[in-house]
């Protein structure tokens, strides 16, 4: 039932009248959440990357350009499960945009609500990822999982254009 009033959901974002009102700017922290934000919204919002697909998104250097990008962001979609926590949060405090701030209408943790397949036990460190060939503590991107981050993309979207205060 939560499924299908989800899908529901989606079509009517993607569709309502104010989802047109003008372009959302959205930034991503890695490329296959860009590319999901694309698929939802289309050619009314501008999504950009602040990881690129050849770097590790454990290890992003933070630039000021990125401080400049988030500070004109409407949605920054994060992967989440503190993947980004070595460099997201000083670019969030610095780019001074409250909207996209943990908790922010325009926030989005991409892991809340996903299936973690595999969890580490022990001490997690951000270097255990350099050091594996499989990246257990990285959350990937199935199918079902990239239908429950476009569905909670979208409706973030229309969240956004409506104004409303969550």
């Known amino acids: 039932m939560k499924t299908w009033f989800n899908t529901v959901l989606a079509f009517v974002v993607l569709t309502s009248p104010s989802f047109a009102q003008g372009k959302l700017n959205v930034m ?3 490329e296959d959440l860009a590319s999901i934000a694309r698929e939802v919204g ?19 250097e933070a630039k000021p350009s990125f401080i400049l990008k988030l500070q004109k962001a ?6 989440g499960r ?3 926590i070595g460099w997201l949060p000083p670019l969030q405090q610095q ?3 409250g909207k996209i701030q943990a908790g922010g209408a325009g926030y989005l943790d991409a892991s809340l609500g996903a299936q973690i397949m595999e969890i580490p036990t022990g001490q997690v460190t951000r270097a255990m990822a350099a050091k594996s060939s499989v990246d257990d503590i990285t959350l990937s991107f199935d199918a079902a ?4 981050v476009s569905v909670k993309a979208a409706a973030r979207v229309e969240i956004i254009f409506m104004g409303i205060v969550l």
């Not at 950009?48 to 590790?56: R, T």
């Not at 409407?74 to 992967?79: G, T």
């Open 28 to 30: 991503t922290t890695t």
């Open 42 to 60: 289309g050619d009314r919002i501008s999504v950009e990357s602040i990881a690129k697909g050849y770097q590790d998104p454990h290890f992003v």
């Open 82 to 84: 503190e993947l980004e």
């Open 145 to 148: 999982c990239a239908l429950i």
């Open 95 to 97: 780019s001074r945009n």
């Open 74 to 79: 409407d949605l920054l979609i994060v992967v």
